[in-house]
């Protein structure tokens, strides 16, 4: 599919719940941060609309169905997401900085 197209972006509830937490746990620290983290997360999701191929696949030698894509933004956050047809699914915000391989466990 020509990614010239433009794309429905859908937040999971999961992810909305994970950017909420990342985000209070920022605003402990100074709220400035929280603010930006939200920002930066919106336009990363809001970049998918147009160019969702863009980022690389996320791969592990234990899971070998390559269904997942990241966006790293806001420096070390990790938007997880997959395409189906015009549909991106936003499944996971992460800290990169922590480990995730549990996500890639079948």
Avoid: C
Wanted: proline share 4%; hydrophobic share 45%.
């Amino acid at each position: 599919m020509p990614e010239h197209e433009a794309y429905q972006v859908v937040i999971s509830k999961r992810a909305a719940k994970q950017l909420v937490e990342h985000a209070a746990f920022a605003a402990k620290l100074d709220e400035k941060l929280a603010h930006k983290l939200v920002s930066d997360f919106r336009q990363a999701a809001a970049s998918l609309e147009r160019f969702p191929f863009r980022n690389p696949v996320l791969r592990s030698e234990v899971f070998t169905v390559e269904k997942y894509r990241k966006l790293v933004f806001d420096k070390y956050r990790i938007l997880l997401y997959q395409v189906k047809d015009q549909v991106v699914y936003v499944e996971y915000v992460i800290d990169g900085r922590q480990d995730y391989q549990w996500l890639l466990t079948p």
